[in-house]
């Protein structure tokens, strides 16, 4: 695989994850803390609605959960879901793309926790040039 097979594929998902063991809660907020432009939830929780049946299903934040500011939107975007010591974020986007505020952030984070960005089909990605690694 090179890139993500198909990227407006909602349910496929990257996660910054350590190679040997889990990311600790502390580790993460602390990670956030450093970068500009990222910063925990800070409402409770969010809300999705299925664009096929209308359904809407709520889900109450981690307490690790992290936005992101677009300053093309500008909003916050809630982007990082923190569970489990692994930080997932949906694929809506070019791994490598510099200027998608979330791969900017995802990389940056990465780097701080010492971590990697891992696909949901075991795919590494570079963290400078988002190439499939392996």
């Not at 600790?24 to 939830?41: P, Q």
């Not at 793309?97 to 984070?109: I, K, P």
Request: net charge negative; glycine share 8%; hydrophobic share 35%.
């Amino acid at each position: 695989m090179s890139q993500l097979k198909n990227l407006s594929d909602m349910a496929y998902e990257l996660h910054i994850e350590k190679r040997d063991g889990a990311i600790r809660m502390e580790d993460w907020k602390s990670a956030i803390t450093e970068i500009d432009g990222v910063r925990l939830c800070s409402s409770s929780g969010h809300s999705v609605t299925n664009p096929e049946s209308g359904e809407t299903i709520s889900f109450p934040f981690s307490g690790g959960d992290a936005e992101v500011y677009s300053p093309t939107d500008k909003t916050w975007q809630t982007s990082f879901y923190w569970s489990k010591g692994k930080i997932s974020f949906r694929a809506m986007l070019l791994p490598g793309d510099v200027s998608n505020c979330v791969w900017q952030a995802a990389t940056l984070l990465a780097s701080r926790l010492d971590a990697i960005i891992r696909g949901d089909e075991g795919e590494t990605y570079d963290l400078k040039t988002g190439k499939v690694l392996e």
